[in-house]
């Protein structure tokens, strides 16, 4: 009886490393195949983030709606638009946005099925760092992981540090992963690493 329970407990481990080795090839295959598309998007994003911060979000899973929130000094606005009104136009030179950069990129986007893409500031040893989030819904996920719906990158502006298993650390000496909005992320380069989430953001 022992033994059978044994038995079980090493096939189920060996069933859900294979599942996450299975899930980590997808993701990396899936920003190998878009590298190119997604790095012109982090940086047309980043360049017009720095004029004016915004954020864009795809509402629909037909990827015909647009969410645009703009930050301003002691406001946060947010739309709603189809893509394809002339509201949305309006709205960005309103609050004089690159209109043309912000279309490309929304264009872009959609191409690719990203559904959201966003700036994160944040602290390390007192020196103020910045990344940015890409999100999209993964496609092929084994079934371990069906409960989770999105693919999320981050582009950090400077080299991580990552333990052996390649999970992102906080600083090399402490060995301690870093978590961020809770979830564990994985290298993809040095720069650029991945999880998948319940959560698109």
Known sequence: MMCKSK??????TAII????????????????????????????????????????????????????EIMTDSIKYIYEFGI????????????????K?????ITKMRSIHCTWINNL?????????SLIFISM???GLSKPFTNKKYYILTYFSQPQYFNSEGKLLVKKQRNK???????????INDKVCYTISARFR
């Open 7 to 12: 038995l079980y407990l090493i096939l189920f």
């Open 17 to 68: 490393f294979c599942a996450c080795n299975s899930t980590q090839k997808i993701n990396t295959k899936y920003y190998e195949e878009n590298e190119k598309e997604l790095n012109n998007i982090e940086q047309s994003f980043k360049t017009l983030y720095t004029q004016k911060p915004f954020s864009i979000e795809f509402t629909d899973r037909s990827f015909d709606f647009v969410s645009i």
């Open 84 to 99: 394809d009104e002339t509201r949305l136009k309006d709205t960005l030179l309103k609050y004089t946005l690159n209109e």
């Open 101 to 105: 950069g912000i279309r490309d990129i």
């Open 121 to 129: 500031d944040y602290y390390v040893d007192e020196q103020k760092s």
């Open 137 to 139: 819904r993964p496609v």
């Open 177 to 187: 992963i870093r978590k961020i909005n809770g979830e564990i992320f994985w290298r």
